[in-house]
């Protein structure tokens, strides 16, 4: 079912000799984005936002299971 089991991780980019990290949470249903979050640095603030904007877009009702390595 959708929004049932998600899976999240951060994957370092170089862009112009500078560290960017992208952190998605995707559904594993049908691998739609359901948010992410783009940071200068993997830190704890980069993980809230991208989870403020994956509690914005659950349906009522849902607890997914979010899996990250």
Request: aromatic share 10%; with cysteine; hydrophobic share 35%.
């Amino acid at each position: 079912m959708p929004c049932e089991k998600l899976e999240t991780d951060v994957t370092e980019f170089s862009v112009r000799d500078e560290k960017v990290y992208l952190s998605p949470i995707f559904d594993l249903f049908n691998g739609k984005i359901l948010s992410y979050s783009i940071s200068l640095s993997p830190n704890f603030a980069q993980t809230r936002e991208m989870k403020r904007g994956l509690f914005s877009r659950l349906p009522d009702g849902s607890a997914p299971l979010l899996h990250s390595d």
